[in-house]
């Protein structure tokens, strides 16, 4: 992969790669944008078979991350982080995550690290010992685990979608299948089940499964059935991304989609615009998902609980917004459209602060 090349076509402004001895830690940053301000972004850990598939996972998720802040008003840009596990199953070690707090360190405060899939808020306090840029720790770091919120939005996400094809939004008769009963899949089922909704779901992790089964009600779907076959409500998507494309979206029996998942479309342009001809409602997954970066981002930024909280209320607001500009085209496309002009309105008034814009309005005073 070539690496310049990919950075161009993506937009990046910086990645940066590293190799501690010491503990045999591979991490890759990947600061997409600092338009609007320092750029905060959890920290993927992950036995990928390849360099290039951490590489490619690290580009896309940080260029979203920058959609992400955008969209949800915050002043804040977009990057994320990757570890290159050696092998499925490598433990985490407090070493390990020192060294990476200490990469972390080098970028002076442009990148704070926070937890993704498979870094917990002890990982992050591991990091947080070697730099004060981090969140989501419980004691060296602060924050704590975003996932609640990250589940709250998502099901704020769903009222939008469901007021948004013309039903009630009542989840008392709906059925909703979740792929991923992890951190945020569980907590959206437990929200979901306590709105009344039927919940189906799958997990390759069958402890984590029987858990959402045992404590939640939900219904576990056997390995003889395709969770994205099921005629459902809203499928949600709560486990890795790339999972929409051509060959899953042409069997999709649901009228919407809305799940925590980052990237839930391969390609996000044409896999977006076959949801649209199939009339299937896509909640844009950094809309949805944002919940998590506004409690962690609004922390860092020094907003109170009250505004955090308004600003997760707001996510059912924004999906409406961005499924009404969509029209009859991809909500995908539509929701980077949003957030790129976002991006635009703050870098013209950052400029303009910076420049004075020479109205007489005191705004350089
Ligand atoms: P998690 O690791 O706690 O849960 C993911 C679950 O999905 C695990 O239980 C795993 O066993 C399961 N899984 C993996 N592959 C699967 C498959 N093919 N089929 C069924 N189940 C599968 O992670 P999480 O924190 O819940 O994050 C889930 C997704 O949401 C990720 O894409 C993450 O980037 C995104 N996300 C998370 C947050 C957050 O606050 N944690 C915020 C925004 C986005």
């Keep these: 992969m070539n690496v310049l090349a990919e950075m161009q076509s993506y937009g990046h402004e910086r990645v940066a790669f590293h190799h501690d001895a010491k503990t045999g830690l591979k991490a890759i940053i990947a600061i997409h944008s600092t338009v609007l301000g320092n750029a905060l972004g959890g920290t993927r850990r992950w036995a990928y078979a390849t360099e290039g598939d951490a590489l490619y996972d690290v580009l896309r998720l940080s260029e979203g991350m920058t959609y992400k802040a955008a969209a ?203 949801l649209a001809r199939r009339g299937i409602c896509y909640a844009p997954d950094f809309i949805a998902n944002a919940g998590g970066l506004i409690r962690l981002a609004g922390l860092y930024l020094g907003m109170t609980e009250g505004e955090i909280d308004h600003k997760i209320v707001e996510i059912e607001a924004t999906t409406a917004t961005v499924l009404k500009q969509a029209g009859s085209g991809s909500s995908g496309a539509a929701a980077i459209a949003f957030a790129k002009a976002k991006i635009a309105a703050g870098a013209a008034k950052k400029q303009m602060a910076g420049a004075g814009c020479g109205s007489g309005c005191g705004c350089h005073s």
């Excluded at 707090?101 to 002890?122: H, N």
């Excluded at 909703?176 to 306590?194: H, P």
């Design 72 to 274: 949800s008003g915050l002043q804040m840009g977009g990057a994320k982080s990757v570890i290159i596990m050696p092998a499925q199953g490598h433990q985490p070690t407090e070493a390990e995550a020192r060294a990476m707090g200490r990469f972390v360190e080098t970028l002076a405060g442009k990148y704070i690290a926070a937890e993704d899939v498979g870094v917990s808020p002890q990982y992050c306090d591991w990091m947080a010992l070697e730099t004060k840029h981090v969140m989501g720790g419980n004691t060296v770091s602060h924050g704590g685990d975003p996932s609640p919120f990250t589940a709250q939005g998502c099901f704020n996400s769903m009222k939008a979608c469901l007021a948004h094809t013309g039903r009630k939004v009542d989840f008392s008769n709906l059925t909703v299948a979740i792929q991923g009963v992890g951190a945020t899949g569980f907590r959206l089922a437990k929200l979901l089940r306590a709105a009344g909704a039927a919940v189906l779901v799958t997990d390759v992790h069958v402890p984590t499964m029987k858990r959402a089964v045992e404590e939640l009600g939900c219904v576990a779907l056997g390995n003889d059935r395709n969770l994205f076959e099921e005629k459902v409500d809203i499928l949600a998507p709560c486990a890795l991304g790339g999972i929409l494309d051509a060959s899953t979206i042409q069997h999709l029996k649901c009228e919407i989609v809305c799940g925590t998942a980052n990237n839930q479309l391969r390609d996000p342009v044409a896999d977006g615009e076959m």
